[in-house]
């Protein structure tokens, strides 16, 4: 079993900043991956970053040049850095673990999820 405690999320003006965290914890054997999805009323959830074990970094174009993730692979913690925010990022924001845990089996685990509100 794999807890995923989120932080970071709240209102923000239009242009403004907000760092989300996402820290794993449990039976973790290994990390494939971590990443970050959101979720606006009424519609689907989608990708928005997502970073592997080696540091490879993916991004939606719609937040290429605004947004960077990161990890700490020691604290088993993923990082959202959103800058230049717009009315159109207001979503739920989901942290997602992909890996190995124990006793070797690959899982994937979802967070509860952190409000991102981006209004004047």
């Known amino acids: 079993q794999v807890h995923l405690v989120e932080s970071g999320g709240g209102l923000v003006q239009p242009g403004g900043s907000l760092r989300l965290s996402c820290a794993a914890s449990g039976s973790i054997f290994s990390i494939n991956a971590m990443g970050w999805y959101r979720q606006a009323p009424g519609k689907e959830r989608e990708l928005v970053a997502t970073i592997t074990s080696s540091n490879s970094a993916n991004y939606a174009d719609s937040v290429k040049g605004r947004f960077t993730i990161s990890r700490d692979a020691a604290k088993n913690t993923v990082y959202l850095q959103m800058n230049s925010l717009k009315p159109e990022d207001t979503a739920v924001y989901y942290c997602?673990?992909?890996?190995?845990?124990?006793?070797?089996?690959?899982?994937?685990?979802w967070g509860q999820g952190t409000q991102v509100t981006v209004s004047s």
């Open positions: 997602k673990f992909a890996g190995v845990v124990l006793p070797l089996a690959s899982r994937e685990y």
